[in-house]
């Protein structure tokens, strides 16, 4: 079964910084692309970044490209999101998700999902 924790999240000022971790579990991590995405309340979840562990590229939305950084740990079978410069903007819940393979920006190509970690920028 797969599984997909996600912690890190919290309440950070604007301009600060926050990881976020997803713990996967229950697949073959080398076989798989992992993926962050984020959605407020009302509106569509949106890819923030991804990576595949399967041919190591990573994508990143526009809006994060320069802040934010993805990357993961072979040893714990991790994905971390190191998000810096931070905005209100950025505000939203963040989801760690999981797909065969390769990357792709759509939400709906993702099979198995996180729970969830609340990010919240002050300005």
């Known amino acids: 079964e797969v599984q997909l924790v996600e912690s890190g999240g919290g309440l950070v000022q604007a301009g600060g910084s926050l990881r976020l971790s997803c713990a996967a579990s229950g697949f073959t991590f080398d076989d798989y692309a992992i993926g962050w995405f984020r959605q407020a309340p009302g509106k569509e979840r949106e890819m923030v970044s991804c990576i595949s562990r399967y041919d190591g590229s990573t994508l990143y939305a526009d809006s994060v490209k320069g802040r934010f950084t993805i990357s993961s740990d072979n040893a714990d079978n991790t994905i971390y999101l190191q998000m810096n410069s931070l905005k209100p903007g950025d505000t939203d819940v963040y989801y760690c998700?999981?797909?065969?393979?390769?990357?792709?920006?759509?939400?709906?190509?993702?099979?198995?999902w996180g729970q969830g970690t609340q990010v919240t920028v002050s300005s």
């Open positions: 998700a999981a797909r065969w393979m390769r990357c792709f920006a759509s939400a709906q190509l993702f099979g198995s």
